[in-house]
């Protein structure tokens, strides 16, 4: 079970590699979102609309893939940690 410990390691790092990718990358387009309601068509406020609803759109796109990953990251992490620690209860048995 050990000899499987490394390719885990190197998987969960690519996985939380991404996540974390993926996380700043999701801060960077919501840094210009705003909260606001528009509420009627006004051409004053029609470009600014349209900007909200492009962030909205890129950020609804990389949230499922964003979900996935972080739970891929905690499930890795948790199966890491059960096999090291598994491994060394074995250890202090023998």
Not at 27 to 35: G, K, P, Q
Not at 52 to 59: A, E, H, P
Not at 76 to 94: E, F, G, M, N, V
């Amino acid at each position: 079970m050990m000899n499987a410990l490394p390719v885990l390691i190197v998987v969960w790092a690519v996985v939380t590699g991404l996540f974390l990718a993926l996380l700043a990358y999701n801060a960077t387009i919501t840094r210009y979102e705003e909260n606001q309601l528009f509420l009627d068509d006004a051409s004053a406020n029609a470009i600014e609309q349209q900007q909200q609803s492009t962030i909205l759109r890129k950020v609804n796109k990389v949230l499922p893939v964003l979900r996935v990953l972080g739970s891929a990251s905690a499930i890795l992490t948790i199966i890491i940690i059960a096999i090291y620690t598994w491994d060394c209860w074995q250890k202090l048995q023998s």
